[in-house]
């Protein structure tokens, strides 16, 4: 399947609704890359991170009728993402995914050299991602949904479950550390992408688990 199909994120969730499971599929190959940078972000392994995706993908799917489309469909996934890191690192009890979108709603461009598109360019991304390793868990994370993954600072907010000040606190902080971790180093590591190879595979084991 294309996940350049001419469906919006809403037409799709209509359509797997009225029983067409197989469209699913586009859902998991548009958000690969995002949930998979989140779970790196929390340090979980390649195949953690896959585990945490598998579900993320599974509880998506299994709530979907849920979805009210008050926030964008990524923010909403990416906040089960989200929650199922923490409930793994055993950081927070998990919230039920029925209260995902009842929330009060809550990486900033870095600079003109700095900007999330530049962050993207393979070379700096490499620099970044090993920089970002080193800075505490909630500046880091904020900066990946924030930079990297390109939510605003309201969806970043509805994610994490803080006002939409402390998420820019906490951008502010990041990118102080990362200044200075990026002094420390600057070595070519791989890219936190969920490469295209593994892409097929997420796509059986969820579209199995959820049939």
């Known amino acids: ?7 919006s994120d809403q037409e799709l969730i209509q ?13 998991i190959r548009r958000n690969n890359p995002y949930l998979y940078r989140i779970g790196k972000m929390y340090r979980f392994s390649h195949e953690d991170t ?3 995706m598998q579900d993320s993908y599974v509880q998506a799917y299994t709530h979907l009728y849920q979805f ?4 964008s469909f990524r923010t909403w996934l990416s906040k089960i993402m989200v929650n199922e890191c923490y409930r793994k690192s055993q950081k927070w ?10 929330n009060t709603p809550a990486f900033e461009k870095l600079s003109s050299v700095e900007t999330a598109h530049n962050v993207m ?9 090993k920089a970002l390793l080193h800075i505490p868990e909630d500046y880091r994370t ?4 924030r930079e990297i993954n390109g939510l605003s600072v309201a969806e970043t907010s509805e994610i994490l479950s803080i006002t939409e000040s402390n998420v820019k606190v906490r951008l502010n902080r990041a990118k102080t550390y990362l200044r ?3 002094e420390k180093f600057y070595n070519k590591e791989e890219i936190f992408e969920f490469n295209l190879i593994y892409c097929d595979a997420m796509v059986d084991r969820v579209m199995k688990a959820i049939s």
């Open 1 to 7: 399947m294309n996940t350049n199909a001419q469906y």
């Open 15 to 27: 359509r797997i609704l009225n029983k067409e499971t197989a469209l699913f599929e586009l859902i």
């Open 50 to 52: 896959q585990d945490l």
């Open 68 to 71: 009210k489309n008050k926030s």
């Open 93 to 102: 009890t998990s919230k039920n995914v029925e209260s995902l979108e009842n």
């Open 121 to 129: 360019n393979t070379e700096l991304n490499s620099v970044i991602e």
């Open 142 to 145: 904020v900066f990946t949904l």
């Open 180 to 182: 200075a971790e990026i």
